[in-house]
T-cell receptor, first 112, second 115 residues
Framework: DAKTTQPTSMDCAEGRAANLPCNHSTISGNEYVYWYRQIHSQGPQYIIHGLKNNETNEMASLIITEDRKSSTLILPHATLRDTAVYYCIADINTGTASKLTFGTGTRLQVTL | GAVVSQHPSRVICKSGTSVKIECRSLDFQATTMFWYRQFPKQSLMLMATSNEGSKATYEQGVEKDKFLINHASLTLSTLTVTSAHPEDSSFYIC???????????FGAGSRLTVL
């Protein structure tokens, strides 16, 4: 699994967009970028994943640079309930039941 | 969507006793499930890979005789912490992949406190 680097913590005002960066400069061609988040005392929740194209779903958008060495998770209108630890993980497609290796993540604090 | 259920969500036990945690895939079959452990203010650490009908694969440093894993059916994996000690107190989380899906679904976790 490619190593990922994320800022330890970030703050965001409620209603604003939260942009969470992730560096994965050693990512290999068959590794996807996955984003999960963990709200306090709960299990991780899947957010979004992508290979090289930008992706969007009802929760967030994922922007992957053309060289795939970094990506940004965008929560377009952050709410207090988005306060959580966000994990960026580079791994092969988990349809093959590949285990995920979690780093330290980014602790996002959404404030009023 | 795929749902993974864990039981119990919280358990307190005395030192030296054994505790069993169940992980169920509610609406899909999972030939493989993963067990993670998370200490306070730390990230998730993979403990073992649970394979239906065969022995679990443990990560380096995880004692297989202490953390017994049984995956007897396609919807149930159990983790038994044997002879628990206070240092085993942690948040235990399981996950599974639905066949044909490409994301891991996690359970809500089980918080074990050993007195």
């Amino acid at each position: 699994d490619a190593k990922t680097t994320q800022p330890t913590s970030m703050d965001c005002a409620e209603g604003r967009a939260a942009n969470l960066p992730c560096n994965h400069s050693t990512i290999s061609g068959n590794e996807y970028v996955y984003w999960y988040r963990q709200i306090h005392s709960q299990g991780p929740q899947y957010i979004i994943h992508g290979l090289k194209n930008n992706e969007t779903n009802e929760m967030a958008s994922l922007i992957i640079t053309e060289d795939r060495k970094s990506s940004t998770l965008i929560l377009p209108h952050a709410t207090l309930r988005d306060t959580a630890v966000y994990y960026c993980i580079a791994d092969i497609n988990t349809g093959t039941a590949s285990k995920l290796t979690f780093g330290t993540g980014t602790r996002l604090q959404v404030t009023l | 969507g795929a749902v993974v259920s864990q039981h119990p969500s919280r358990v307190i036990c005395k030192s030296g006793t054994s505790v069993k945690i169940e992980c169920r895939s509610l609406d899909f079959q999972a030939t493989t499930m993963f067990w993670y452990r998370q200490f306070p203010k730390q990230s998730l650490m993979l403990m073992a890979t649970s394979n239906e009908g065969s022995k679990a694969t443990y990560e380096q440093g995880v004692e297989k005789d202490k953390f017994l894993i049984n995956h007897a059916s396609l919807t149930l994996s159990t983790l038994t912490v044997t002879s628990a000690h206070p240092e085993d107190s942690s948040f235990y989380i399981c996950s599974a992949v639905a066949s044909g899906a490409n994301v891991l679904t996690f359970g809500a976790g089980s918080r074990l406190t050993v007195l």
